[in-house]
C-alpha cells in the first residue's frame, strides 16, 4: 500500500521538485527506506506489517513535517478538481490558490511557495501528464477522487476540515 501510495504523488513531487529518480525504481527505493527505518528503530516491519515506533517517532514526525504543506497544496487542488471538475484551468489555479491564502492565515503557514500561483500552474500541468485531465481539460473524475480521498488521509483533521469548508463556500 505505501507504494501504491508514493507511486501516485512521485509524479507530483518529481516535478516541483525536481527528483531524478524514474517511476520504475520506486518500489526498490520504498523498500530501502522503509528497512533503514526499521534499522533506525523508528518503525517495525514484520513481513507486510508496519508499525510505527511510538518510543522513537519524532524522527518521522520532522521528516513528516518537510512535506505537510506541499500535501495540503496538493489536496486543496484535488479536491477542488472533485468538487467542480467543470472548472477551467485559469479557475481552478485561482480558486486554489485562494484557499491556499486562506488555509496559510488560519493555520500559519508564511511559505511564499505555499501560495504561488506558478506552483499551481505546474501542478496542473502535471495533473494533464498523469492523465487526470485530458488535453481538453476535462477531469477523470473516478482516478482524480482515489487521489484526493488519498491526499485527505494524509492531513491532520483540522486542516483537512478548512479545506473542505473552504471548498464549500
Same mark, same amino acid.
Given at each position: 500500500?505505501?507504494?501504491?501510495?508514493?507511486?501516485?504523488?512521485?509524479?507530483?513531487?518529481?516535478k516541483?521538485?525536481?527528483?531524478?529518480?524514474?517511476?520504475?525504481?520506486?518500489?526498490?527505493?520504498?523498500?530501502?527506506?522503509?528497512?533503514?527505518?526499521?534499522?533506525?528503530? %523508528?518503525?517495525?516491519?514484520?513481513?507486510?506489517?508496519?508499525?510505527?515506533?511510538?518510543?522513537?517517532?519524532?524522527?518521522?514526525?520532522?521528516?513528516?513535517?518537510?512535506?505537510?504543506?506541499?500535501?495540503?497544496?496538493?489536496?486543496?487542488? %484535488?479536491?477542488?478538481?472533485?468538487?467542480?471538475?467543470?472548472?477551467?484551468?485559469?479557475?481552478?489555479?485561482?480558486?486554489?490558490?485562494?484557499?491556499?491564502?486562506?488555509?496559510?492565515?488560519?493555520?500559519?503557514?508564511?511559505?511564499?511557495?505555499?501560495?504561488?500561483?506558478?506552483?499551481?500552474t505546474?501542478?496542473?500541468?502535471?495533473?494533464?501528464?498523469?492523465?487526470?485531465?485530458?488535453?481538453?481539460?476535462?477531469?477523470?473524475?473516478?482516478?482524480?477522487?482515489k487521489?484526493?480521498?488519498?491526499?485527505?488521509?494524509?492531513?491532520?483533521?483540522?486542516?483537512?476540515?478548512?479545506?473542505?469548508?473552504?471548498?464549500?463556500?
Open positions: 500500500k505505501i507504494q501504491e501510495n508514493v507511486a501516485q504523488i512521485y509524479p507530483f513531487l518529481k516541483e521538485l525536481f527528483l531524478s529518480y524514474q517511476e520504475e525504481d520506486l518500489n526498490d527505493l520504498v523498500v530501502k527506506t522503509l528497512n533503514e527505518f526499521a534499522e533506525q528503530k %523508528m518503525i517495525c516491519l514484520d513481513g507486510n506489517k508496519l508499525e510505527i515506533n511510538q518510543s522513537n517517532n519524532q524522527p518521522l514526525v520532522l521528516l513528516g513535517r518537510t512535506i505537510t504543506e506541499t500535501l495540503q497544496r496538493y489536496s486543496i487542488a %484535488m479536491n477542488l478538481l472533485v468538487a467542480y471538475p467543470e472548472l477551467g484551468k485559469s479557475d481552478l489555479e485561482q480558486k486554489s490558490q485562494d484557499i491556499a491564502q486562506r488555509l496559510g492565515r488560519l493555520h500559519g503557514i508564511n511559505a511564499p511557495e505555499f501560495f504561488d500561483k506558478g506552483v499551481f505546474a501542478m496542473f500541468n502535471t495533473l494533464k501528464q498523469q492523465e487526470y485531465l485530458d488535453s481538453d481539460g476535462n477531469c477523470d473524475k473516478k482516478k482524480t477522487q487521489f484526493a480521498k488519498l491526499l485527505f488521509t494524509l492531513l491532520y483533521p483540522e486542516v483537512k476540515l478548512t479545506i473542505e469548508e473552504s471548498i464549500h463556500q
